[in-house]
């Protein structure tokens, strides 16, 4: 056994893996993980495989494909106009990453020193968590507040703007917004964009501003919003993008930061020192297909609007699904992304007792299934989601596990359906839930 190795994240797998290996072991349909139901565009990989077939198949500019930094000034400059009206500079204003995932780790660990403090609401996607712990910074959370909609059928997630405000400090590093959010759904309204960036500016105007957008072609009923276009923005303001979201090719792994030159550079810096490359046929195909998005597809505008009309439906047709499938939920309201979070505490009494006392939980040892040690008493959402998978057949994820230690006993009545499905997977969803 080796002994004293440092630690710098928690000894504790993360929840989705779990949940993915007791979905498999019970053959359950798998809504807990936001693979994206439908597959890639077929001019996408068309353009794979010319682009392997070309002979991309080696190391490229450490910032990122040329090819496809011009495309993506191309692509995101409209966009950008209002903070900058000009285009985006390719060279200095655009870093390719491997997926957002490593935009988020470049821009984190590079920004925050031991003990500068990360500010972000919750739930959270877990990831800023972990980065911000490998960087040594220290990871501060204000917890979304629910409150009932206007007719009271359903549960909205609301910024609590006292503790913003009080929690904001010259020991604000950054600030973390996800915009749509996982995994509330929340998008970001203008006005609030307004409110955070006048809190910012009277209480941390040192303060960065990470904004996680991965899913900002999927806004269900308003426009998406961008953090970096209001005001002085985008001086302080690294936006974050994944071209596996927008293209459905999740497992590509490409994904794009824009920000202004010293930010980029300093991301850059990271990148080069960790990852280097990523790639590259990968890069060179989205690329060549940025400007085909914007071609009638399957009947829609674009691709991007045919994907947004198909988990748009989903998301209706799964929290409809869900509400009349004789458990009691109470549905939140979910404005754009993948998921869409449902309240299950009046489920608890269906719930046997041998799902929610601590240290019955099975611990396969074969697997990665494992027993977790809860301390007097097993989430509501844990016992539900482990009952739903091996005795319904359905994996969801518990809401918890998007909570810091503190707020998991407080927020644990959540949990999440992935909805970015084609038809097919709502069809087998509702015949199960109807069984
Ligand atoms: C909010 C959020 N940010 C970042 C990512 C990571 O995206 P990528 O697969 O491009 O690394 C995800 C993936 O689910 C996400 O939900």
């Given at each position: ?71 993506l000034s191309?692509f995101y400059s409209p966009r950008f106009k209002p903070a900058i009206n000009r285009d985006l500079d390719p060279n200095t204003e655009i870093l ?7 935009a988020?780790?470049?821009a984190?660990?590079?920004l ?62 950054v600030v973390l917004l996800?915009n ?8 970001l309204?203008k006005?609030e964009i307004e409110?955070i960036t006048e809190l910012l500016e009277?209480?941390a105007p040192q303060a960065y501003v990470i904004s996680d957008d991965?899913?900002d ?7 998406y919003e961008m953090f970096a276009n209001v005001g002085d923005n985008w001086k302080k303001t690294i936006t974050i993008y ?14 794009f930061l824009i920000a202004p030159p010293d930010l980029t550079r300093e991301a850059a ?167």
């Amino acid at each position: 056994m080796y002994k004293n190795l440092p630690k710098k994240l928690d000894n504790m797998l993360h929840i989705w893996s779990e949940f993915n290996m007791l979905s498999l072991k019970y053959n359950a349909l798998n809504l807990a993980h936001g693979t994206p139901g439908i597959d890639a565009p077929p001019f996408l990989i068309e353009n794979m495989v010319k682009a392997v077939r070309e002979g991309n198949n080696q190391y490229t500019a450490v910032q990122g494909h040329p090819e496809l930094r011009e495309a993506l000034s191309k692509f995101y400059s409209p966009r950008f106009k209002p903070a900058i009206n000009r285009d985006l500079d390719p060279n200095t204003e655009i870093l390719v990453t491997v997926g957002a995932s490593s935009a988020l780790n470049n821009a984190i660990v590079n920004l925050v020193d031991h003990g500068e403090e990360i500010l972000t609401f919750e739930p959270f996607y877990p990831n800023y968590m972990s980065i911000t712990k490998l960087g040594r910074g220290k990871f501060r959370t204000i917890p979304l507040k629910t409150s009932p909609t206007e007719d009271g059928s359903a549960l909205n997630f609301e910024y609590d703007w006292d503790t913003f405000e009080e929690s904001l400090g010259p020991q604000t590093k950054v600030v973390l917004l996800t915009n749509p959010h996982n995994p509330t759904g929340k998008c970001l309204r203008k006005e609030e964009i307004e409110r955070i960036t006048e809190l910012l500016e009277e209480k941390a105007p040192q303060a960065y501003v990470i904004s996680d957008d991965v899913y900002d072609f999927l806004t269900y009923d308003q426009d998406y919003e961008m953090f970096a276009n209001v005001g002085d923005n985008w001086k302080k303001t690294i936006t974050i993008y994944s071209g596996g979201k927008l293209m459905n090719c999740t497992g590509w792994k490409v994904g794009f930061l824009i920000a202004p030159p010293d930010l980029t550079r300093e991301a850059a810096l990271m990148h080069e020192s960790s990852i280097f490359n990523l790639n590259v046929p990968g890069q060179v195909a989205i690329a060549r297909s940025l400007d085909l998005l914007n071609q009638p597809f399957e009947g829609y505008n674009s691709y991007p609007e045919y994907v947004r009309s198909t988990f748009a439906k989903s998301k209706d047709d799964m929290v409809d699904i869900f509400m009349n499938s004789g458990i009691p939920f109470t549905p939140t309201v979910c404005e754009g992304g993948y998921f869409v979070l449902l309240d299950a505490s009046a489920a608890r009494s269906l719930i046997p007792d041998q799902f929610l006392t601590p240290g019955n939980y099975e611990d396969d040892k074969d697997t990665l299934v494992i027993q977790r040690e809860f301390k007097n008493k097993v989430p509501l959402d844990y016992a539900f989601a482990r009952w739903f998978c091996i005795n319904k057949g359905i994996t969801i994820m518990p809401g918890s596990s998007f909570c810091i230690e503190k707020e998991k006993d407080m927020i644990d009545n959540f949990i999440r359906v992935a909805i970015c499905k084609p038809e097919s997977i709502v069809q087998q969803t509702r015949q199960i839930l109807s069984q």
